[in-house]
């Protein structure tokens, strides 16, 4: 059983900067799809980012590319995101998840495994 743990998240201006970090412990994550996803009140669990296993290559939502970049490093067994220019409308809160299957990159949230408990991202305008 994998247990994953976000941290970093927090309140911050308009066009400030977060990273988010995704920590596994129980096992490795190095093999895995890792995604990024956000659900803000009253809304669906929504994609943001993910990363194949290797890093190489990686998938974002629209309103996210070019202010967000996801990362890893599978020697600490960890996955990060880190975002920049962050506006009103990001404020959400932020979870990462395992894909189950191998192959191309999915974004709906039923297709993701051991979610961890989120970490909440607040952006004030």
């Known amino acids: 059983q994998v247990q994953l743990v976000e941290s970093g998240g927090g309140l911050v201006q308009a066009g400030g900067s977060l990273r988010l970090s995704c920590a596994a412990s129980?096992?490795?994550?190095?093999?895995?799809?890792m995604a990024w996803f956000r659900q803000a009140p009253g809304k669906e669990r929504e994609f943001v980012a993910a990363?194949?296993?290797?890093?190489?290559?990686?998938s974002y939502t629209d309103s996210v590319k070019g202010r967000f970049t996801v990362s890893r490093d599978n020697a600490k067994n960890t996955v990060y995101l880190q975002m920049n220019s962050l506006k009103p409308e990001d404020t959400a809160v932020y979870y990462c998840?395992?894909?189950?299957?191998?192959?191309?990159?999915?974004?709906?949230?039923?297709?993701?495994?051991?979610w961890g408990q989120g970490t909440q991202v607040t952006v004030s305008s």
């Open positions: 990363i194949n296993w290797s890093g190489a290559r990686t």
């Open positions: 129980g096992r490795t994550i190095s093999n895995y799809i």
């Open positions: 998840g395992i894909q189950r299957v191998a192959g191309p990159f999915k974004t709906l949230a039923y297709e993701f495994d051991y």
